[in-house]
């Protein structure tokens, strides 16, 4: 009898790996920065460094991948990945601040090409079968969290360095990147189907991209907040030790996850326009419980069943948005993923570093504040910009 792998399998596993690399360095950043001697405002410096290469990344992204592939442009991205996130955790390419900052911006334009890739692979196979697979996608990407955070708290816990960590990690991903080079058993073509990506090089926004933007920036930057700032907030404010706080960072992936496995069967039965004031009311009663848990008493219960609100809150966002870019009436798929990819990218990206100072002057906790009025506009105005768009 011959097994036959899940239709989203390949690009799972992009999402899986990809997600283990990212947050082993991020859950790890407290001690990082420790060990480097930067400060929570130089920090917001060095993770914008990973803002500037994706800007960069971003309007190369449609003509890279019309040239070469979506499933070979993902393998050179994650071995780029796997290359330089060790070396922005041991700060060997330069002393302080620029030894993080500097492999980061390379990391910030391999990603932001790889997220076009690996959504587009998604995106295809949806098409192609007629069957949703985008959230299931997404969903590998939170247990991708989940394993790096658990595994990066194990390791913490027994005194062993995050660049260590993310050197065993990358030599274990390297048979993905084999496979996606190789392109072994890919079905598309090295040119693809689609009309190759003519005009402006950068696939600017238009109305209906905003509109995208508006719809999924608040649960964009309440996700980026968590990845940043979180275990500052966990760790130097609340005193929880490394075993601990990584636990319930992990109640924020097992959130996510969930969600996401059961996001294709809720974006058939829902409308989007009640799918996303669902998604807005979980955020916000997560990141209240999250805020008022430590003063209410409620203790580590609370924080994790916050944290887990907020990962199922923010989870949809992302596979929501991509499904509708995928729709755009008068684009072609590979230029319309880059310009929603930038603009949601950089609303997870961006925003959280530049509250750097915010975290000094008051604390992490200021920061889980931030993307509330954005959430509250998607729970009054969810119908309105849907209509607006025409969806």
């Known amino acids: 009898m011959t097994l036959r792998a899940p239709l989203f399998a390949l690009p799972a596993a992009i999402f899986l790996v990809n997600a283990v690399l990212y947050v082993t360095l991020y859950s790890r950043l407290p001690e990082v920065t420790a060990a480097q001697g930067i400060s929570p405002a130089a920090l917001g ?5 990973q803002t500037g290469g994706t800007l960069l990344g971003f309007p190369l ?7 070469f592939g979506a499933r070979r442009v993902a393998g050179v991205t994650l071995f780029a990945a796997v290359l330089l996130l060790p070396l922005a955790a041991s700060g060997r390419m330069a002393p302080g601040l620029a030894g993080l900052a500097l492999p980061l911006f390379g990391y910030g334009f391999a990603m932001a090409i ?3 890739a690996k959504n587009l692979i998604a995106a295809r196979i949806e098409e192609k079968s007629g069957r949703n697979v985008i959230s299931k996608c997404h969903g590998f990407w939170s247990a991708g969290l989940f394993v790096g955070a658990m595994l990066g708290g ?11 960590e993310l ?14 080079l190789l392109r072994a058993g890919d079905p598309e073509p090295l040119v693809t189907a ?3 990506v003519k005009g ?20 964009s930057i309440t996700e980026g907040v968590i990845y940043d700032w979180s275990m500052f907030y966990l760790r130097e404010e609340l005193g929880l030790d490394a075993l601990s706080a990584s636990r319930i960072y992990a109640a924020f992936t097992i959130g996510m996850f969930a969600a996401r496995m059961a996001g294709d069967g809720l974006r058939a039965r829902l409308r989007v326009r009640v799918l996303l004031r669902i998604m807005a009311v979980a955020t916000l009663a997560g ?8 003063a209410a008493g409620l203790g580590q219960a609370g924080l994790l069943a916050g944290f887990a609100l907020v990962g199922g809150g923010v989870a949809l966002g992302a596979p929501v948005a991509t499904s509708l870019a995928m729709r755009h009436p008068t684009r072609s798929a590979t230029k319309t993923m880059a310009a929603y990819s930038l603009t949601s990218l950089l609303a997870l990206f961006a925003v959280p570093p530049l509250l750097g100072g915010l975290v000094d002057a008051y604390g992490a906790v200021w920061a889980l504040t931030v993307s509330v009025p954005l959430l509250l506009v998607v729970l009054g105005g969810a119908g309105r910009i849907v209509g607006w768009m025409g969806r």
């Not at 410096?45 to 460094?49: C, D, F, I, V």
């Not at 991209?209 to 649960?219: M, Q, R, T």
């Not at 990141?287 to 430590?294: G, Q, R």
């Open 45 to 49: 410096l060095g993770l914008l460094a």
């Open 114 to 116: 790889m997220e076009v």
């Open 154 to 164: 194990w390791a913490a816990s027994r005194g062993m360095s995050a660049a260590s």
């Open 287 to 294: 990141l209240a419980l999250c805020i008022a848990s430590p």
């Open 194 to 196: 689609e009309a190759p």
């Open 61 to 67: 992204a449609a003509r890279v991948i019309e040239r």
């Open 200 to 219: 402006p090089r950068f696939a600017r926004p238009d109305a209906f991209v905003i509109g995208l933007l508006i719809l999924i920036a608040g649960f």
């Open 167 to 180: 050197g065993l990690l990358g030599a274990a991903s390297l048979p993905l990147v084999v496979l996606l």
